[in-house]
Structures are given as C-alpha cells and as structure tokens.
C-alpha cells in the first residue's frame, strides 16, 4: 500500500522557518512527480513546489519563490519542503503528494499524505 506521510509542521511567528517532510513507502521516488500542495480554510488546495523526478527539475509558485526549498533524499525515501520568511498568509495545511504529469497540477497526482498543519502568526 502506498503511504506518503507528511511532518514538521506547527507555528512559528513570521519571519521564521519550518522544515516539512514527507516520508514515501510502497512507493520509490524514481519517476513522475513529487510536490507539495497547500489548502487554507475556504480556499482550493493548490501548488506550493513541486519536483519532476526523472529530471530533478524544481518548480515554484511565485509567492514562495526565493523562500521555499523543494529538495529530496532518495536513500531515505523522503521529500523535504525547507521553508524560510514565513509569512501569515502560508498558513495552511500542506500536503504531500506523488503522481505523474504536468506535475504542478493537483489533478495529476494519485497519491497523497495526510497533511500537516502549518500556522503563522504576526
């Protein structure tokens, strides 16, 4: 069974950091796409960063460009989100998720985690 499970989350004041990781089982990080995705109350879940795997390329949204870090570690399955500058408007859940595609496309992925709670205060 494929499993993606996501943590690191919690609040922090703005300006501070947190470190997201989304530890992938059933499943190796070889091909396709990788990213994560963020839904805030009221709000449609939508791309924060996301991997094409084959090629290690990185794409961001533009509102986290130059403060999120996409990056992965193969020998231990996992996909990490650095995430530097936080502002109140990242607060949102955060989401894992493994597919195949055009990759900052939810509608591409098959697999998703749980998601982990990411709060920022002023």
């Known amino acids: 069974q494929v499993q993606l499970v996501e943590s690191g989350g919690g609040s922090v004041q703005a300006g501070g950091s947190l470190k997201l990781s989304c530890t992938a089982s059933?499943?190796?990080?070889?091909?396709?796409?990788m990213g994560w995705f963020r839904q805030a109350p009221g709000k449609e879940r939508d791309w924060v960063a996301v991997?094409?795997?084959?090629?290690?390329?990185?794409h961001y949204r533009d509102s986290v460009k130059g403060r999120f870090t996409i990056s992965r570690d193969n020998a231990k399955n996992t996909l990490y989100l650095q995430m530097n500058s936080l502002k109140p408007e990242d607060t949102a859940v955060y989401y894992c998720?493994?597919?195949?595609?055009?990759?900052?496309?939810?509608?591409?992925?098959?697999?998703w985690g749980q998601g982990t709670q990411v709060t920022v205060s002023s």
């Open positions: 998720a493994a597919g195949g595609g055009w990759c900052p496309s939810a509608s591409s992925y098959n697999h």
């Open positions: 059933g499943i190796t990080m070889s091909r396709g796409c």
């Open positions: 991997m094409v795997i084959e090629r290690g390329d990185t």
